[in-house]
C-alpha cells in the first residue's frame, strides 16, 4: 500500500480516484445517519459507538495480520494521528452519536456535516493551507444554504434540550475539521490501513471509560446487529479509510464542500424512513448547496 503524501495544493489537479471514493463516503455515510437514529432506540448511543469502534477493530486487525502489516504507525508519526483520532473520530463519533439521540435525523445530519464551515478558517489561519477564490465563493454559497437549513422555521431553538443538541452537533463538526486540517498539516509515511487502525484504536479508550460510568441496557435484535455490522464495515472502517486517502490528494475544505451532499441525501432518507415535509427552505437551501459545489469543484 503506497504510504499518504501531503495533498497538492488547490491549483493542482485532484486525481479522479479522489472523487470515487468521496463518492462512496457521500452514499455510505448518508445511508447511516437514519439508519443510526432507529439503532438508538436499542441501544444507547455511546454504547453503539463503542460497538462500533470494537467491531471494526476487530475486523481490522486480522486484515493487518494478514497483510504483514504493523498495528503501529511509524514511531514518529503515532502522537499526531493520536490527536487526529481522538478529533475526527472519537470527539466527532461521541458529539454526533448524542446530538442525533435529541435532534431528528434530518435535522442532526445538515449540522454535523457543516464541516467545511469551520474547514474554511481553521485552514486559513490556524494551519495555513492555500485556498482558491472559487473554493471560498463555492463555499460561502454552499454554507448559506446549510445556514438556511438551520433557520428557525426548521428547528425549535427555543428549547435548552434541542439547544444542546444542536451544539453538540455543531462541536462534532468542529472536532472533525480541526483534526482533518491537522491531518493535511503532517506529511505521514505509515500505510493508510496503519493509520486507520491506529486512529480507531486511540478512540476507544475514552469512549469506554465514559460508557462504564454511564452503562445503558442494550436490546438485540436482527435490525439491530445489522446496523453494527454495517458501521463496522461500511462507514467506520471503510469510510474513515478512504477519508484519509482523500485527504491526501486534497485541501479539507473542498473535500469538505463535497460531503455536504451528505446532509442532503441523509435528509431525503430520513423523510422516506420517518415522515415529514419538504418545505421551501429546505428546497431553496439544497439548490444553494449543489451550487456551491459546482463552483468550489470547477476550480479545485
Not at 472559487?134 to 444554504?145: D, H, R
Not at 434541542?162 to 462541536?171: D, H, P
Not at 446496523?227 to 461500511?234: E, M, R, S
Amino acid at each position: 500500500m503506497a504510504p499518504s503524501r501531503r495533498a497538492p495544493a488547490s491549483s493542482a489537479r485532484v486525481p479522479a480516484a479522489a472523487y470515487l471514493y468521496l463518492a462512496v463516503i457521500v452514499l455510505t455515510w448518508a445511508a447511516n445517519w437514519p439508519l443510526m437514529k432507529l439503532a438508538i432506540g436499542q441501544v444507547p448511543p455511546l454504547e453503539f459507538v463503542l460497538l462500533r469502534l470494537a467491531g471494526s477493530l476487530l475486523l481490522i486487525a486480522p486484515a493487518l495480520a494478514a497483510r504483514r502489516l504493523p498495528l503501529l504507525p511509524l514511531a514518529g508519526e503515532r502522537l499526531a494521528l493520536f490527536w487526529v483520532g481522538e478529533a475526527q473520530v472519537a470527539g466527532f463519533l461521541v458529539c454526533s452519536i448524542i446530538g442525533l439521540s435529541i435532534l431528528p435525523a434530518g435535522r442532526a445530519i445538515v449540522l454535523g456535516y457543516t464541516m467545511p464551515l469551520w474547514a474554511i478558517p481553521i485552514g486559513l489561519f490556524v494551519w495555513p493551507e492555500p485556498l482558491g477564490r472559487a473554493q471560498l465563493v463555492g463555499a460561502g454559497i454552499g454554507f448559506a444554504g446549510l445556514l438556511l437549513f438551520m433557520n428557525p422555521r426548521l428547528v425549535d431553538w427555543r428549547e435548552p434540550r434541542v439547544l444542546g443538541g444542536n451544539a453538540l452537533l455543531l462541536l462534532a463538526a468542529i472536532l472533525w475539521a480541526l483534526g482533518s486540517c491537522y491531518y493535511r498539516r503532517r506529511r505521514f509515511r505509515s500505510p493508510f490501513w496503519v493509520q486507520t487502525f491506529w486512529q480507531l484504536a486511540v478512540s476507544l479508550p475514552p469512549v469506554a471509560a465514559i460508557v462504564a460510568a454511564t452503562p445503558g441496557p442494550i436490546e438485540w435484535s436482527p435490525t439491530l446487529a445489522a446496523i453494527v455490522v454495517y458501521n463496522c464495515i461500511v462507514t467506520t472502517a471503510l469510510g474513515y479509510f478512504l477519508w484519509g486517502k482523500v485527504l491526501s490528494m486534497m485541501p479539507a475544505a473542498t473535500a469538505g464542500q463535497v460531503l455536504t451532499l451528505t446532509p442532503i441525501g441523509g435528509f431525503v432518507l430520513s423523510l422516506l424512513m420517518f415522515g415529514g415535509a419538504l418545505s421551501g427552505d429546505v428546497a431553496i437551501s439544497i439548490v444553494l448547496i449543489a451550487g456551491g459545489i459546482f463552483v468550489t469543484l470547477r476550480r479545485a
